[in-house]
T-cell receptor, first 116, second 110 residues
Framework: NAGVTQTPKFQVLKTGQSMTLQCAQD?????MSWYRQDPGMGLRLIHY???????DQGEVPNGYNVSRSTTEDFPLRLLSAAPSQTSVYFC???????????????FGEGSWLTVV | ELKVEQNPLFLSMQEGKNYTIYCNYS?????LYWYRQDPGKSLESLFV?????AVKQEGRLMASLDTKARLSTLHITAAVHDLSATYFC??????????FGTGTRLQVFP
């Protein structure tokens, strides 16, 4: 059981390049999401998914695309990288949102992205 | 727009002392999370608070939730150096969508 796995851990991009951050979980979680963390700030939600084939926007979706073709994978695509997207990206997953579940949301180790 | 405010933002405290971190949020929610983050690391789940009046304790940390006041607290008892980290509260607004506070950077010194 590897938990939430993100790749790559570090990446440097040039402005205008595109790339995909990978996220995979092996816990059969329905819910997956992507957050970004900027220096001195909390995490902000980019996109999330409640199950395969279903995605929706979070607080800061502009410049990012997602898809959820399988339960396990939730890639985040940067379409045309900008310096403002320099950040640390975290993927997260959890079971259903039943209030009584008290479920934990599991985070990946993070992907450090620099856009120059 | 939901806002989640933590205070203090920075906390330097001596070992053995007690202190409380506050988390205020601006809309209705019945679920609140506390996380710990060490420098350069991911987030570690500390507590999930599911209802008004919920109180959970783990070691030197105790978290509580008052949904009517829209306030959660994280109380540190007899701090030790190993507790030095950044602590985040996060409010669950729907379907495990979390809105995070800005974090409280805690430093415990001898």
């Amino acid at each position: 059981n590897a938990g939430v796995t993100q790749t790559p851990k570090f990446q440097v991009l040039k402005t205008g390049q595109s790339m995909t951050l990978q996220c995979a979980q092996d816990m059969n979680h329905e819910y997956m999401s992507w957050y970004r963390q900027d220096p001195g700030m909390g995490l902000r939600l980019i996109h999330y998914s409640v199950g395969a084939g279903i995605t929706d926007q979070g607080e800061v979706p502009n410049g990012y695309n997602v898809s959820r073709s399988t339960t396990e994978d939730f890639p985040l695509r940067l379409l045309s990288a900008a310096p403002s997207q320099t950040s640390v990206y975290f993927c997260a997953s959890s079971y259903s949102n039943a209030v009584s579940s008290g479920n934990t949301i599991y985070f990946g180790e993070g992907s450090w992205l620099t856009v120059v | 727009e939901l806002k989640v405010e933590q205070n203090p933002l920075f906390l330097s405290m001596q070992e053995g002392k007690n202190y409380t971190i506050y988390c205020n949020y601006s809309t209705t929610s019945d679920r609140l999370y506390w996380y710990r983050q060490d420098p350069g690391k991911s987030l570690e789940s500390l507590f999930v608070l599911l209802s008004n009046g919920a109180v959970k304790q783990e070691g030197r940390l105790m978290a509580s939730l008052d949904t009517k006041a829209r306030l959660s607290t994280l109380h540190i008892t007899a701090a030790v150096h190993d507790l030095s980290a950044t602590y985040f509260c996060a409010v669950d607004i729907n379907t495990d969508k979390l809105i995070f506070g800005t974090g409280t950077r805690l430093q415990v010194f001898p």
